[in-house]
């Protein structure tokens, strides 16, 4: 899901690590690293949780586009497993035939692959920084769990 770092979610302690971000008895595996709070030693309040969820939902239902309406040369944005977090890819073929879309990344993937072929139905996100902001301050402004600076 696309981000902006000017809106933030409210979050509180992690209740699994206390907010020690790791547990010593667990060292052997990833590094006692907490897999709840991922290791930050925090995690969403139920508020901030809620806000998140009405974040992603409204940013996918202004940018979200299915795969057979795409044409080449458009800008969308992805995420695991098809690509690097949130990388920003440019279509580069469209099989209307087979309903599949080609896309190559403008970044490298950490798998070293630059293309990937997406089924018909798949629904992508055109990368609109502007509704992205539009929707985070609509969120904000909604949600008492979110806040946007």
């Not at 992690?14 to 590094?31: E, L, N, P, S």
């Not at 996918?60 to 458009?74: K, L, P, Q, S, W």
């Not at 403008?106 to 929707?135: K, N």
Request: proline share 4%.
């Amino acid at each position: 899901m696309p981000t902006t770092d000017r809106l933030t979610f409210a979050a509180e302690t992690c209740t699994r690590c206390a907010g020690d971000k790791k547990f010593r008895q667990y060292a052997h595996v990833r590094a006692g690293r907490c897999f709840t709070c991922k290791g930050t030693g925090r995690k969403l309040s139920r508020t901030g949780r809620a806000a998140q969820k009405a974040f992603e939902a409204l940013v996918a239902e202004r940018t979200g586009i299915d795969c057979g309406a795409v044409t080449v040369g458009m800008v969308i944005e992805s995420s695991s497993p098809l690509g690097a977090p949130w990388s920003v890819d440019r279509i580069d073929t469209v099989a209307n035939d087979s309903g599949t879309v080609t896309r190559w990344a403008v970044h490298v993937r950490p798998t070293g692959e630059d293309r990937c072929t997406l089924p018909a139905g798949h629904t992508l996100l055109r990368h609109m920084p502007e509704a992205v902001e539009q929707a985070a301050r609509e969120i904000a402004a909604r949600y008492k769990g979110a806040s946007y600076r």
